[in-house]
């Protein structure tokens, strides 16, 4: 059974940095390439960015190029994310989903969830 | 304001069907497939439609999906309590380089 499941979120102040982890479980990962989206409170997805399914390519949402980066560890089974230089308007859920081969970007599984409050 | 255009409602009694559009550009649903995302209050999204009109395991023939042009479209006929939710379409920008999303429309099955 495929798991998503993302940790590491919390509060923070702005300016500073948190990294977001997501364990995979139930398929091989490094089938997959691999996104975050996120979801402020009250609006709808934002893709943050995703990472190709060895690593070797990332592509990110304009609003956090410079600051998040993704990398993975296709042997250990994780998917991350590390932020830094937090911005209030970075408060939000934070999903790691799964992309399969051929899908045309589906994000066809996600986690519940990792809640980033970017607050002073 | 999103790249691809939805409406913010729609409604229909139970038993019967709506179709929630989507409206984008050549760089995005012009020249990439559409997916279609179903978000349950407090829920994860959870995919829908993908490739434009291709139902993953589980979700029932009551969706489907379409696309011409620049625009898609996805119909749910028979609607059912359990169909009230938001729901968005996405597609790949081939300028923009990411995934854009739709800013949504929320069901209201009256």
């Known amino acids: 059974q495929v798991h998503l499941v993302e940790s590491g979120g919390g509060a923070v102040q702005p300016g500073g940095s948190l990294r977001l982890s997501c364990r995979a479980s139930g398929f091989t990962l490094k089938t997959y390439a691999m996104h975050w989206v996120r979801q402020a409170p009250g609006e709808g997805p934002e893709w943050v960015g995703y990472i190709w399914h060895d690593g070797s390519n990332t592509y990110y949402a304009d609003s956090v190029k410079g600051r998040f980066t993704m990398s993975r560890d296709n042997s250990e089974n994780m998917f991350f994310l590390q932020m830094t230089s937090l911005r209030v308007e970075d408060t939000a859920v934070y999903y790691c989903a799964r992309d399969p081969p051929g899908s045309g970007w589906a994000l066809e599984s996600w986690g519940q969830g990792t809640l980033v409050t970017v607050s002073s | 304001q999103s790249v691809l255009t939805q409406p913010p409602s729609v409604s229909g009694p139970p038993g019967q069907g709506v179709i929630i559009s989507c409206s984008g550009s050549?760089?995005?649903?012009?020249?990439?497939?559409v997916n279609w995302y179903q978000q349950a209050p407090g829920a994860a999204p959870k995919l829908l439609m993908y490739?434009?009109?291709q139902r993953p395991s589980g979700v029932p023939d009551r969706f489907s999906g379409s696309k011409s042009g620049t625009s898609a479209s996805l119909a749910i006929s028979g609607l059912q309590s359990e169909d009230e939710a938001d729901y968005y379409c996405a597609a790949w920008d081939a300028i923009l380089n990411r995934v854009i999303f739709g800013g949504g429309t929320k069901l209201t099955v009256l």
């Open positions: 490739k434009n009109d």
């Open positions: 050549s760089s995005n649903i012009g020249t990439k497939t």
